[in-house]
């Protein structure tokens, strides 16, 4: 044995342990009844709805007689390819749908398209603003080659809610 040993068993000794019986009353307890309270019952909030808007949606190609005198920068300073597409799904929306001019959608915003076709229905990103004679309206932004129709009426477009993550 090690003297570190000896001295921890001098210093501290074991123990004895006492195997000792319950006393009598602990022993002839009986178990008692228990109520069971149920929980107060939350009802789930239901999901929030976002306001859906019916606009008429045209085209519009970055050029000078469509737009301004530099058509391949848009209203929030985003450059457009030269070698651009609908499949870019950049929009742009009239004023009274935006944020700087009292509605609820900002440049950068995700807003989601139904009802123009199979082909140019989904997600776009605002980027531009329209003309101020324009109101409920929206633009997407195609090249010339892909020759699309002009108009289209009563679509549908909504805000798409930001999906956070931790980081």
Partial sequence: ????????????????TFSAALPSTVAHLSPRTVAFVSAPVIAKRPP????????????????VRQTDS???????????????????RWMAL????????????DYGDSVRVSGISPKLDGVYI?????????RHCMDILAAKWENLD???KNVKITKVEPRWRAS
């Avoid at 009239?94 to 959608?105: E, H, I, P, V, Y």
């Fill in 94 to 105: 009239s004023r009274d749908l935006l944020k700087k001019w009292g509605g609820d959608f």
């Fill in 126 to 134: 605002v980027h531009d603003t329209m003309n101020r004679r324009h």
């Fill in 48 to 63: 929030r709805r976002l306001p859906v808007y019916r606009v008429t949606a045209t085209i519009y190609e970055p050029e």
């Fill in 70 to 88: 530099d058509p391949f920068v848009t209203a929030d300073n985003s450059r457009i390819r030269r070698k651009h597409s609908s499949k870019d």
């Fill in 150 to 152: 002009e108009m289209w």
């Fill in 1 to 16: 044995m090690s003297i570190a040993l000896v001295l921890l068993t001098l210093l501290f000794p074991p123990r004895p």
